[in-house]
């Protein structure tokens, strides 16, 4: 049987500390080839290019500073070439390039490749939600799974403890990715629920901006939790009604209630979120002060939630979420958050 090849399509943050893990296991697993191609959105940091630095220094220090990388991920700054021959492929970018590297990929990708989402967004198109995993089948026509849960990269890279939920059509295909990422301090659950494992990743990240407002305005620890579990209900009310086969008991994954718990407390969109409300200063500016080139992800899917519930005509049913939106786009006093539930 020929040995699985992995490539890694993304390296920021979390594409970093994942490779932390594949790469740990590829190298103890013999179902796999030892070496994994991690594709690197070049740019030069301090004047050398990243793939460089990675292949020489073994860290991102741009993304992932203070954690090594296994020397067996080797950066590859071209897609086609980080990508040809793989039969496993991880897609781990910001939501908003997922379109454009499959049309690069599409030439030299084999029928026989399967592919994992570690994305937490959504898109959107006049008949509705797309999820990522149907954008790449769309484009690639190869079986996707989906990974998402309470996964705060830096946590991860530091060796602590978390779950996390891999969603799965075929069984087999989900237990060959389990093998990829599970350890003792990263253990996977398995769902047969790709849809629901990333609505609820995407989703969280709307209702994570609406944690940060509460928080600027200090409206303490009960208002928070009354936001996040009203949140929740508004997450489930939006699956049920795009996506009927996604499974209420996929919520209790750590894809679902789990993830949305770190990041109302510990992730990127809250903290951007309270910035917003404290500085006034647009989410562009916030994301390349705060962020240092990682991206926002909450933002974009808030503003397409809100335009798939506008044109549904259904736009009461999801209050809170429809606030968070009028609040980030629309000029609203963030004292709403509250007023307007
Ligand atoms: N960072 C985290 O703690 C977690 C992130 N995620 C999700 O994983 C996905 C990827 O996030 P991160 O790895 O954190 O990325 P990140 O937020 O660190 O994003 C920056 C990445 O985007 C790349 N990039 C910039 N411009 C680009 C372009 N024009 N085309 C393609 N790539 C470009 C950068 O090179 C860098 O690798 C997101 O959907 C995020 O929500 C999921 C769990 C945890
Ligand atoms: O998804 C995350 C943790 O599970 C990270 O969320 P942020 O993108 O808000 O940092």
Redesign the pocket.
Known sequence: MSLERVAIV?????????SRLIGKNVQQNPRFEKQVKMW??E?LVNGEK?TEIINTKHENVK?LPGYKLPENIVAVPDIKEAVKGATVLVF????Q?IH??CVQMKPVISSHCRGIS????IDFDESGPLLITDIIKRELNIPMCAL??A????EIAAGKFCETTIGYENEQDGELMKQLFHDDMFRVGLVKDVAGVQVC?ALK?VIALGAGFCDALEMGNNTKSALMRIGLIEMQRFTKKYYSNVKLETFMESCGVADLITTCYG??NRKCAEAFVRTKKSWEELEEEL?G???L?GTTTAKDVYLTLKKDNVLEEFPHMVTIYRIAFEGLPPERIVLDI
Not at 92 to 95: E, F, L, R
Not at 118 to 121: A, D, F, H, N, R
């Open positions: 993304g390296s920021g943050n979390w594409g970093s500390a994942a690197v959105y740019e990243l993304y781990v970018v910001p939501h390039f454009n590297l570690l994305i937490k967004g998402s849960g996964n705060i990269a830096n990743g990240n992730g990127r962020l080139g990682q991206k992800q």
